[in-house]
């Protein structure tokens, strides 16, 4: 991925740099939807990753003061081997609508810096590198947790 970096205010996004950014990922990723949001589809390790983040591209929030990733969106060019590629049917158009698009997932971000700042810088990401891979169309799975005692 060509380097590419964006600031706004105290922050700024850019993609991921090493492998010690991936690891800082999977732990932001952890905390928020374990430790927040008490899900338990991750290793013991305190680290949430699967076999996507190899082969994904990872955007990432830095706080230009601390120096720590508060965000992070997982990114890649739809494929047949990507989330969308092997778990969705997309119907008659499957493979144009793949072939044609970016995927995100994965989204995370630190409790104490959710605020529009670091989205827009995101979303700013994502636009980056749907334009940078000329695609038309934007692909996303996403969770949402549901209490116990909801109906």
């Not at 952890?30 to 990753?49: A, P, S, V």
């Not at 990114?75 to 008659?92: A, E, M, P, R």
Request: hydrophobic content about 30%; glycine content about 8%.
């Amino acid at each position: 991925m060509k380097d590419w970096k964006f600031s706004k205010g105290k922050y700024y996004v850019t993609y991921c740099r090493n492998n010690d950014d991936i690891l800082d990922i999977q732990k932001l990723r952890f905390q928020t939807y374990r430790e927040e949001f008490n899900t338990d589809f991750f290793d013991i390790l305190g680290t949430d990753k699967d076999k996507y983040d190899d082969i994904y591209d990872h955007l990432i929030v830095i706080d230009n003061v601390t120096g720590n990733i508060v965000g992070t969106y997982r990114i890649t060019i739809t494929n047949q081997n990507s989330y969308f590629g092997k778990h969705f049917d997309l119907g008659k158009k499957s493979k144009e609508l793949i072939e044609s698009s970016v995927e995100v997932g994965r989204l995370a971000i630190d409790k104490n810096h959710r605020n529009g700042v670091v989205m827009f810088l995101l979303f700013r990401g994502i636009g980056n590198y749907w334009i940078q891979n000329n695609k038309k169309y934007l692909m996303g799975a996403g969770s949402i947790p549901i209490p116990d005692d909801h109906n």
